[in-house]
């Protein structure tokens, strides 16, 4: 017998461990290079970013993200770029590689970035960064890779 207070997850037959081997699933884009590196014998910075969301406001965060992610192309010094999200859970994640550091800052501190940060400042339950160097070689970065230095040594704020 159905007991109809349940979860709907369990009314429709969906067994817990399915959905808790799920729940950890993420979804990437995949690396779109925009231009190559300006030197092939010099460093580029990557910068990830995690953004924890609370769920009950996360349209918002992924409505100014898509904008965002429209005006990539279009940003001096990008290099290029992939993001990432949880399909069942609340963790979103940014990848750019830029040719320099004063590039990233001019995007991070343009006035489209800040208004984003602005309006979804209550989305957040915390967020993680790390930026650093890679040679040309490198790149794409990894997922795999990344993340694990994102979570050795990134900062949260």
């Excluded at 993001?83 to 006035?111: E, H, I, K, P």
């Amino acid at each position: 017998m159905i007991n109809w207070k349940s979860p709907r997850w369990c009314r429709l037959g969906v067994p817990l461990g399915v959905l808790l081997a799920i729940s950890g699933c993420t979804i990437s884009t995949p690396y779109k290079t925009l231009a190559d590196p300006p030197d092939p014998a010099s460093p580029v910075v990557v910068a990830i970013t995690r953004a924890s969301l609370d769920p009950q406001r996360r349209a918002a965060f992924d409505r100014y993200t898509a904008s965002l992610i429209d005006t990539l192309p279009a940003q001096p010094g990008l290099l290029g770029y992939s993001v990432r999200r949880d399909l069942f859970g609340n963790n979103a994640w940014t990848m750019t590689v830029w040719s320099s550091d004063a590039a990233r800052r001019a995007f991070v501190y343009s006035q489209m970035h800040q208004d984003a940060i602005t309006e979804t400042y209550g989305t957040l339950l915390n967020a993680r960064f790390i930026r650093y160097p890679a040679m040309p070689d490198e790149l794409p970065p990894r997922w795999a890779d990344v993340l694990k230095r994102l979570d050795v040594d990134g900062r949260d704020y």
